[in-house]
Nanobody, 123 residues
Framework: QLQASGGGLVQTGGSLRVSCEAS???????VAWFRQPPGKEREFVAA????????YYSDSVKGRFTISRDNARSMVSLQMNFLKPEDTAVYYC???????????????????WGQGTQVTVSS
């Protein structure tokens, strides 16, 4: 079970950090963040592949968001800088031990999900 925390309300250009932790969330898991804007479908944000730690980002957040993990604390985080109103969404963490590279952006490929945390960016 993934437990999400963080999020909140911030002005345009501000920063927020969301985190997700779960017992046993080791480097053998690929971890990712997705988000669901109001009235839209869930979309891929960022991922860190298992073992090698390679990171991947959607074009819309590249250069502004950073995914990281702390294996000692079984935690994965998403640092969000230079936030824009279009970043407003519910953010979800996800994990999988078996996902392959070509499936990183596909939400149905992940087996474990957090409960979601709201991020609101005001203009």
């Amino acid at each position: 079970q993934l437990q999400a925390s963080g999020g909140g309300l911030v002005q345009t250009g501000g920063s927020l950090r969301v985190s997700c932790e779960a017992s046993g969330l080791t480097s053998t898991y690929t971890v990712a963040w997705f988000r669901q804007p109001p009235g839209k479908e869930r979309e891929f944000v960022a991922a860190m592949f298992r073992n090698n730690g390679r990171t991947y980002y959607s074009d819309s957040v590249k250069g502004r968001f950073t995914i990281s993990r702390d294996n000692a604390r079984s935690m994965v985080s998403l640092q969000m800088n230079f936030l824009k109103p279009e970043d407003t969404a519910v953010y979800y963490c996800a994990a999988s031990r078996t996902i392959i590279m070509s499936q990183l952006t596909v939400s149905n490929s992940y087996h474990y999900w957090g409960q979601g945390t709201q991020v609101t960016v005001s203009s």
